[in-house]
């Protein structure tokens, strides 16, 4: 790991470090955010997925996670979107390629020797935050957006893994929206029961749940709700499959990071207090 800067923000430190990753073949990106708790010991985590287009740095300029973590003692997790560099297959379109990657495994070309986004999470970002003072045994996910997607099927698969759950604006299911298709169909092919394993809704349905109830934050005046993110269909998945969720409507806000802004705190309380719980309910069971 080689941090590339620094800088104190409420007592606690903003990196932004560079790791070799072994899922994706490059060099890869995190911003991560240490709150003054960390300078004696290890503390809860949570990941944060970015959507389209975005880097490490856009929800640690713009998000205001920082004095939020440094009041509940979270360190605050941001991986680039996508593998990048010489070599890495790229598309002119803003929704495929670097910047892009959807939080899957691609299988098809050109996309498949870097495209691994999916094991990167799983994998070589815990191998990176087992060298920070952050404890792997306490981490909570949540992203925006494509990020939102990532969060909930990584979330849904892995809950041993990560213990708490969220999501702003979630590409819900990918299956059914042009953003989904196009990505999955070049990332995984054509054929769609492939699909379904990176499908939020789809999850829910086959029958994977997480154990704590999932927060989401989804605005009324979003420009992507009715033909991207349709929220509907989570809702609906929820029910079904008896998944306790959260899901909040708000009127007025749309996809920005002010929206993201607003309702930042409230989704890293969310997780302070489920990884709070989980840790003194597993101390009592030793």
Same mark, same amino acid.
């Given at each position: 790991?080689?941090?590339?800067?620094?800088?104190?923000?409420?007592?606690?430190?903003?990196?932004?470090? @560079?790791?070799?990753?072994? &899922? /994706? #073949?490059?060099?890869?990106?995190?911003?991560?955010?240490?709150?003054?708790? &960390?300078?004696?010991? @290890?503390?809860?985590?949570?990941?944060?997925?970015?959507?389209? /287009?975005?880097?490490?740095?856009?929800?640690?300029?713009?998000?205001?996670?920082?004095?939020?973590?440094?009041?509940?003692?979270?360190?605050?997790?941001?991986?680039?979107?996508? $593998?990048?560099?010489?070599?890495?297959? %790229?598309? !002119?379109?803003?929704?495929? #390629?670097?910047?892009?990657?959807?939080?899957?495994?691609?299988?098809?070309?050109? +996309?498949?020797?870097?495209?691994?986004?999916?094991?990167?999470?799983? @994998?070589?970002?815990?191998?990176?935050?087992? #060298?920070? $003072?952050?404890?792997?045994?306490?981490? #909570?996910? /949540?992203?925006?957006?494509?990020?939102?997607?990532?969060?909930?099927?990584?979330?849904?698969?892995?809950?041993?893994?990560?213990?708490?759950?969220?999501?702003?604006? $979630?590409?819900?299911? $990918?299956?059914?929206? !042009?953003?989904?298709?196009?990505?999955?169909? &070049?990332?995984?092919?054509?054929?769609?029961?492939? +699909?379904?394993?990176? %499908?939020?809704? &789809?999850?829910?349905? %086959?029958?994977?749940?997480?154990?704590?109830?999932?927060?989401?934050?989804?605005?009324?005046?979003?420009?992507?709700?009715?033909?991207?993110?349709?929220?509907?269909?989570?809702?609906?998945?929820?029910?079904?499959?008896?998944?306790?969720?959260?899901?909040?409507?708000?009127?007025?806000?749309?996809?920005?990071?002010?929206?993201?802004? /607003?309702?930042?705190?409230?989704?890293?309380?969310?997780?302070?207090?489920?990884?709070?719980?989980?840790?003194?309910?597993?101390?009592?069971?030793?």
């Amino acid at each position: 790991m080689k941090i590339i800067s620094e800088d104190l923000v409420f007592g606690g430190r903003q990196l932004t470090v @560079e790791h070799q990753s072994a &899922a /994706t #073949g490059t060099r890869m990106r995190v911003a991560v955010y240490l709150p003054p708790l &960390a300078e004696d010991h @290890e503390v809860p985590g949570v990941v944060y997925l970015s959507g389209l /287009t975005y880097t490490e740095d856009n929800v640690t300029q713009k998000a205001g996670a920082q004095r939020v973590c440094a009041e509940l003692g979270l360190a605050f997790i941001a991986p680039d979107t996508s $593998p990048r560099g010489e070599g890495v297959a %790229d598309d !002119p379109a803003y929704d495929l #390629g670097q910047g892009a990657g959807f939080y899957v495994d691609a299988t098809q070309t050109p +996309w498949a020797p870097h495209f691994r986004m999916y094991s990167y999470i799983c @994998e070589d970002l815990l191998t990176l935050i087992d #060298g920070l $003072p952050a404890d792997r045994e306490a981490l #909570g996910l /949540t992203g925006h957006s494509m990020g939102g997607h990532g969060a909930l099927t990584i979330g849904l698969k892995n809950p041993d893994k990560f213990k708490s759950l969220s999501a702003f604006s $979630p590409i819900v299911s $990918p299956s059914n929206c !042009p953003w989904g298709e196009k990505a999955l169909g &070049a990332y995984l092919g054509p054929d769609k029961t492939k +699909w379904l394993k990176h %499908d939020a809704c &789809a999850l829910l349905d %086959d029958g994977a749940t997480n154990p704590e109830t999932i927060l989401v934050d989804q605005g009324e005046a979003d420009d992507f709700l009715e033909a991207q993110l349709r929220t509907g269909l989570l809702i609906d998945a929820c029910d079904r499959a008896g998944q306790k969720a959260e899901i909040n409507m708000r009127p007025g806000y749309d996809h920005s990071y002010f929206f993201i802004a /607003t309702f930042i705190e409230a989704h890293l309380r969310h997780h302070a207090a489920a990884l709070t719980s989980q840790a003194i309910h597993a101390c009592g069971d030793s």
